[in-house]
Structures are given as structure tokens and as C-alpha cells.
């Protein structure tokens, strides 16, 4: 039986990524230090046999006895909310954690996958974003500090591919949401249905006219799974290229709760993008994947979950 090793199994991704990885017949073992991971999202999990939970911080080197057939780098704070308050946890997860878990993988042979992000793009000027797309970031504005942690990821990512001949794979995931997302994480699906949940006014940054784009957890965690099984090295688009305005997404919020809320306006935070839409050509031609799941299904799903945490808890 192979291992997987997943860093920041017990996150939001993370812990959906040790269920599928455990249901396709690997053992798992989930490393997390808890900076913004929950022991409830892998509970479930711990008394597997072919699971095991290592609590680490891997900004610190890591070794493991037994061969690791595959490793997944998905620790990183990965909401604004997170990462303004840990810049510096973010930018070493980024930069010491990949290179940390690079090193593992030459070691032992792994193949590696990392969990990149649409940030790279920054505030885009093309739309929708492809993997040819170099990005517009501000590298010295609050948000880089995730935006440059994984832009420099990528980059060593790929020095490790093409100079120590390690089998890399980079996934850009967009917008996700799902059952698991932390209510008070400050992403714009569990701030909106929390909101709704308790009637209180949803908050929408500027005039809401900013777009965003929204993939269902199992549909991203398909394209994952997908491109860990397939040989193809440069990064991918994963997420969902159904295009929306905020605004409209919390008309939709307060529709899908039958909630009493109204809408106020806040200032744009910096460097907050205009724009996000995700071109999944690369994704559909080489993986054969595109997402399944319509948004009200997805969405009915995750506030179910929302309105079983009652009372709403961070």
C-alpha cells in the first residue's frame, strides 16, 4: 500500500484531500501544526489504521522512516483574514515548507504535488486568467506576502523539476468552498452565509461589482486527484469559470437562507482583485476535467453545514 503525505491535512482542502487519498486504497499521513488547521476536520479519521496525524510544523525539516510515495504541500494559511495576521508564517510555509517538502520528495523518490493558487495572478489586466498568464501583483502590498509565497513556490517547484529531475505537478485552484470552511476564516462564502444565518446585514467590500467564481470541494478535489495521476509538470487551472458579482452572490446567500439581511457596502480592501475567472482549457484537454456541481447544490450543502454548527462558533 503507498503512503501519501499530505501537509495541512486537517485544513478546509486538506482534510477533504485525506479522505478521497484514503478512499483510493493509500495510507495517509496528515501533518499539520494547527496554525489554521482543525482537530475536527480529520476526528473522523484517527482511528484508521491507514491513517496517522504527525502534528509538525514543516517550516522545520521533516523525515520519515518508510518510503513516501507521494507528497501533497498543502500547508499555508490561505484566507486574507489569515494571512495579514501571520505574514511571516505565510511567507516561510511558502518558501522554507516547499523547499523543506522538495527535499522529501527527492529523498525518497515522490512524486509532489503543490497547492498553488489564483493569487499568483494578482489584480488581473487578462480575464479569464490562463496558466499563461504571468500575473499582476503588488509584491510590497498586504496580500503579498501569500501572493509571493506562492509565486516563489512555483518557481522552486519547477528549479526542483528540472534540475534534480523530481516528478512535480502545481495546481492553481480558484475560488473553493464547501462543508469545513471555518465560519470566521474572512472568505466571502462562510462570511456571507454566517451573516445570513443570524440576519445580520452581509458585508460587501466597494459597490460589489467585483467578480469571483465558486468551485465546489468535490469537484476540486477531482481535478486534484486527476492531475496527481497524470504526467503533465507545468501548473493548471482548477475552479469553476461560472462568473458572478458579488453582489449578486449575496442576493443569492439571502435567497438560498431565506434570510432577513440586508446588504451595506465597506471600502475595498488594497489590493483586493477586480476580477477572478479561472480558463480551464489546459484542465479539460489534459485532465479531462471541468466541475459538476451547480452552485445552489453546492451551496445548499455548505450552509446544511453552517446550520449545524449553531451557535455559528470561529
Known amino acids: 500500500m503507498s503512503i501519501t503525505l499530505i501537509t495541512g491535512g486537517a485544513g478546509f482542502l486538506g482534510s477533504h484531500l485525506c ?9 495517509v499521513i496528515c501533518l499539520d501544526n ?5 482537530r475536527e476536520n480529520i476526528a473522523h479519521l484517527l482511528e484508521r489504521d491507514d491513517f496517522r496525524l504527525i502534528e509538525h ?6 523525515d520519515y522512516a518508510d518510503r513516501i510515495d507521494h507528497i501533497l504541500h498543502f500547508a499555508s494559511p490561505a484566507s486574507p483574514i489569515d494571512y495579514l495576521e501571520l505574514p511571516i508564517q505565510t511567507l516561510k510555509v511558502g518558501s522554507l ?19 498553488s493558487t489564483s493569487e499568483v495572478y494578482g489584480d488581473p489586466l487578462v480575464h479569464p486568467q490562463p496558466e499563461s498568464y504571468w500575473g499582476h501583483v503588488n509584491p510590497v502590498g498586504p496580500r503579498g506576502v501569500y501572493d509571493e509565497a506562492k509565486r516563489f513556490a512555483e518557481a522552486m517547484v519547477m528549479a526542483y523539476h528540472r534540475f534534480h529531475d523530481v516528478d512535480t505537478r502545481i495546481v492553481r485552484i480558484f475560488n473553493t468552498y464547501g462543508p469545513r470552511m471555518r465560519p470566521r476564516d474572512g472568505r466571502v462564502v462562510p462570511n456571507f452565509i454566517r451573516q445570513a444565518l443570524r440576519d445580520e446585514p452581509l458585508t460587501v467590500y466597494g ?5 469571483r467564481s465558486f468551485c465546489y470541494v468535490d469537484d476540486l478535489i477531482e481535478g486534484i486527484w486527476r492531475l496527481l495521476q497524470s504526467d503533465f509538470h507545468d501548473p493548471v487551472n482548477v475552479g469553476n469559470p461560472q462568473e458572478m458579482t458579488i453582489l449578486h452572490f449575496a442576493e443569492r446567500i439571502i435567497a438560498l437562507t431565506a434570510s432577513k439581511s440586508t446588504i451595506v457596502h465597506e471600502p475595498l480592501p488594497v489590493d483586493d482583485p477586480k476580477t477572478r475567472q479561472p480558463d480551464i482549457t489546459l484542465a479539460h484537454r489534459q485532465l479531462g476535467w471541468e466541475p459538476r456541481v451547480q452552485l445552489d447544490e453546492g451551496l445548499a450543502r455548505t450552509i446544511e453545514y453552517f446550520r449545524a454548527l449553531e451557535p455559528v462558533a470561529s
Open 34 to 38: 494547527f496554525l489554521t488547521g482543525r
Open 19 to 27: 479522505e478521497r487519498i484514503l478512499a483510493e486504497g493509500h495510507r
Open 57 to 62: 510544523d514543516i517550516t522545520r525539516p521533516f
Open 207 to 211: 459597490d460589489g461589482s467585483q467578480t
Open 97 to 115: 515548507g516547499t523547499h523543506n517538502t522538495l527535499g522529501l520528495a527527492r529523498a525518497h523518490g515522490s512524486r509532489y504535488l503543490l497547492a
